[in-house]
């Protein structure tokens, strides 16, 4: 059993950055590859990053790549995303999530977090 917990989200302007972070309980951390997905309202949970169990291999939605960057501490349980150069249609919940193998739909993931809210104004 896994449990996420995201923090980190909020209200910036275009162009600025933010950090995500996603608290797993449990001591099976290390097992798990780490994604994160998010939501725009009226449109279905979409793929955002992944990152595999040591960290050495990351894998990136096209809509984010060179822009965002997924990081993991296997010591402190956590999963990171920084995002950067934010864009209005980066605006969207933000979920945390775990499974045993990289997933880049949302059907079936083994493990959410309860979301975090991410707003760009523009």
């Known amino acids: 059993q896994v449990q996420l917990v995201e923090s980190g989200g909020g209200v910036v302007q275009a162009g600025d950055s933010l950090r995500l972070s996603c608290a797993a309980s449990?001591?099976?951390?290390?097992?798990?590859?780490m994604h994160w997905f998010r939501q725009a309202p009226g449109k279905e949970r979409e793929f955002v990053a992944a990152?595999?169990?040591?960290?050495?291999?990351?894998y990136y939605a096209d809509s984010v790549r060179g822009r965002f960057t997924i990081s993991r501490d296997n010591d402190k349980n956590t999963v990171y995303l920084q995002m950067n150069s934010l864009k209005p249609e980066d605006t969207a919940v933000y979920y945390c999530?775990?499974?045993?193998?990289?997933?880049?739909?949302?059907?079936?993931?083994?493990?959410w977090g309860q979301g975090t809210q991410v707003t760009v104004s523009s």
């Open positions: 999530a775990a499974d045993r193998q990289t997933v880049i739909t949302a059907k079936g993931v083994d493990y």
């Open positions: 449990g001591r099976t951390f290390s097992r798990y590859i």
């Open positions: 990152v595999n169990w040591s960290g050495s291999s990351t």
